[in-house]
C-alpha cells in the first residue's frame, strides 16, 4: 500500500512525497472542494437518491491548517473555512493527482 513518507504546506499547495517516490501537490482550495465528507459530497441511499451535500463551490481562498494521520490509509486535513470532516483516502489522493495532472 502506497503511504504517504512526508507532507508540506508549500505555498497554496500541500505536497506529498510517497512510499513509491511519486510527488503530488495538490492546490488548497481544488482538495476542498474534493472533500470526500457527506456534508460536501452528500449521501446517497440504496435507491440511488441523493441527500445533502453542497455540491462544488469555488474554495480558492481556503487554506489548509494542518493535517492528521488517520489509521494507516487515510488524512483529515483541517481548512481554514473550518472544514475537517472528510477522510482523504490514500488512494483516492492519488487518483485526484493523476486527474488534475
Given at each position: 500500500m502506497l503511504t504517504p513518507r512526508n507532507i508540506q504546506l508549500i505555498?497554496?499547495?500541500v505536497a506529498i512525497v510517497w512510499s513509491d517516490?511519486?510527488?503530488?501537490?495538490?492546490?488548497?482550495g481544488k482538495l476542498r472542494a474534493a472533500s470526500p465528507s457527506a456534508e460536501t459530497a452528500g449521501?446517497?441511499?440504496?435507491?440511488g437518491h441523493q441527500y445533502g451535500g453542497t455540491g462544488r463551490h469555488d474554495f480558492s481562498g481556503v487554506?489548509?491548517?494542518g493535517w492528521e494521520q488517520v489509521g494507516n490509509y487515510a488524512?483529515?486535513?483541517?481548512?481554514?473555512d473550518g472544514h475537517n470532516t472528510g477522510l482523504y483516502a490514500y488512494?483516492?489522493?492519488?487518483r485526484l493527482a493523476l486527474s488534475w495532472g
Open positions: 505555498g497554496q499547495e517516490g511519486m510527488e503530488t501537490f495538490f492546490p488548497m449521501e446517497r441511499d440504496i435507491f487554506t489548509v491548517q488524512l483529515r486535513f483541517n481548512f481554514s488512494d483516492y489522493l492519488r
